[in-house]
């Protein structure tokens, strides 16, 4: 598209220097004949209406031309004050696709960009606020009881300093997603890979969570092969991607239901770990959005961090990750690793 746009430009100005050298040539010889400079025979005389002929075809060409150049002034003008003003904030502007293609496509990447700044643009404030109420309630509860306790409202006891201690842990699981969140997007995450039973691993995350699942009354299963090669893997992030799906299938299943974690070998070499739940399911509409950071369906509760940064610890291990619901029937979370 950019080859065929200059393209056009060149011959436009190649018609315009042909057009401007007839003209020249033309005036310049009906001048010099009739002021008796030169005596032109009537084969130049037939050449120089010949030119004029062509001056007044190349006369039509520039009038094309300009409309040309006009219809493709005016957009790219459009895009111009629609970038000023989105270099002072206001991301909400589009322009119109119009003209030559080429400026038509000019047009819609531009509208494409600036979609993609107002969604980050509307992301960074939802995170501010997410932050400013996730670390809220915890600094609230944490500054209250050591209030209490100096103004010898509480007592120093286990209870209340178990209470500052689980939120403390929150806090600090809330910044270390952040952190891991930051690092894996930047590519800067540094993976501490090695040959790693996957089996193993999977079956000690799943049993972290037995007594959270009875208690809920949700049945959790584990199906592994047990002559599984050693995978070469980060096995702390690969355990916190799996807690990361394990909870979140927990926390949309209701009683009685169950979950599977499904680990098997594909014919393509490839690790395959599926999170299955019969839980409430993803609607289609937030379906495709699930890993994408900060983003929560209207059940969700946290800050929409734990599947954006399971996907982008699997990302790094050169894996895929991928989702599959539907509403009321429960939802599978697939994940692919490389041997």
């Not at 005016?74 to 111009?80: E, H, S, Y």
């Not at 306790?149 to 300093?161: F, I, K, S, T, W």
């Not at 799943?206 to 980060?234: C, K, V, W, Y």
């Amino acid at each position: 598209m950019r080859g065929h746009f200059f393209r056009r430009v060149g011959c436009l100005f190649l018609l315009f220097n042909v057009f401007v050298s007839v003209v020249v040539l033309s005036v310049a010889g009906l001048l010099a004949n009739l002021l008796g400079i030169i005596h032109l025979p009537g084969t130049f005389r037939w050449a120089i209406l010949l030119g004029a002929a062509v001056t007044l075809l190349g006369f039509g060409l520039l009038v094309w031309a300009g409309g040309s150049l006009r219809r493709m002034s005016i957009p790219l003008g459009d895009l111009v004050a629609a970038a000023d003003r989105i270099a002072q904030g206001d991301y909400a502007v589009r322009v119109k696709e119009q003209g030559p293609p080429e400026v038509r496509s000019l047009g819609g990447v531009f509208n494409s960009m600036a979609s993609r700044l107002q969604a980050n643009d509307e992301q960074r404030r939802n995170l501010l606020a997410d932050v400013t109420h996730e670390l809220r309630t915890p600094l609230t509860v944490i500054q209250g009881n050591v209030e209490g306790m100096l103004d010898g409202v509480y007592e120093a006891d286990e209870a209340h300093l178990k209470s500052i201690l689980e939120e403390t842990q929150l806090l600090s699981r809330l910044v270390e997603d952040l952190r891991t969140l930051a690092l894996a997007e930047s590519g800067t995450l540094q993976l501490e890979k090695e040959p790693t039973d996957l089996a193993v691993l999977i079956g000690e995350t799943t049993a972290a969570f037995r007594a959270q699942s009875e208690a809920a009354g949700i049945t959790l299963h584990m199906d592994a092969p047990a002559d599984a090669p050693f995978l070469n893997l980060d096995p702390e992030r690969i355990r916190q991607v799996l807690a990361n799906l394990i909870a979140n299938a927990l926390r949309h299943t209701p009683r009685g239901g169950t979950i599977w974690v499904r680990f098997e070998m594909t014919r393509s070499d490839e690790a395959r770990i599926a999170v299955e739940d019969t839980g409430v399911g993803i609607q289609p509409d937030d379906l495709p959005h699930v890993f994408d950071r900060f983003y929560k369906t209207r059940d969700s509760s946290g800050m929409g961090l734990g599947l954006a940064i399971a996907k982008n610890l699997v990302l790094a291990h050169g894996g895929n990750i991928q989702a599959q619901s539907q509403p009321g029937q429960g939802t599978t979370i697939c994940i692919t690793l490389p041997i």
